[in-house]
């Protein structure tokens, strides 16, 4: 019973896209795996379809469609950051789905990912989702392997 009182509990984060799930450390791009941008993790991406992890407010939008911020409900703060190296794209290959400050639901579309474009360019579409509020507070995947579009109960972030 002790044992599960330190268990931690999985905060209502639901994957954004399918794919495999990576420690920030394993992210092959410096700049993320350092965590000099924060702590978080990544999700090699497999499909296409970007939904919203969680329910709150688009906070930042980039025009270049390759991240997007979202303030969720219990006030913790994502970045999506999708793939390495396609803010270079300047928007081609990306289809974005919301506009800056609104609001969406769990599961709402955020955009659309060309992945085929992007493999003929030869870019890594391992995407870094950060927690960009987490303080002090420690970012933990409760599994290993893949990950289902909107799957829930795999990220804890612990004091």
Known sequence: MLKNLFKPKPV?????????????QEVPDPVFSSGSMGDGFAIEMTGGRVLSPVSGKITA??????????????????????GLDTVHFHGQGFHIA??????????????EVDL????????S????????????RRIRLLKEGTVQLQENGFLAITP
């Open 12 to 24: 209502d984060f639901a994957a954004p896209f399918q794919g495999r799930l990576m420690t920030l």
């Open 61 to 82: 939008l980039f025009p270049t469609g390759h991240a997007i911020g979202i303030k969720s409900q219990d006030r913790n703060e994502y970045l999506l950051h999708l």
């Open 98 to 111: 919301v506009t800056a400050e609104q609001q969406v639901k769990q599961g709402d579309l955020l955009a």
């Open 116 to 123: 085929e474009f992007f493999r003929q360019q030869g870019i």
């Open 125 to 136: 579409m391992v995407s870094p989702i950060l927690v960009v509020n987490a303080n002090s």
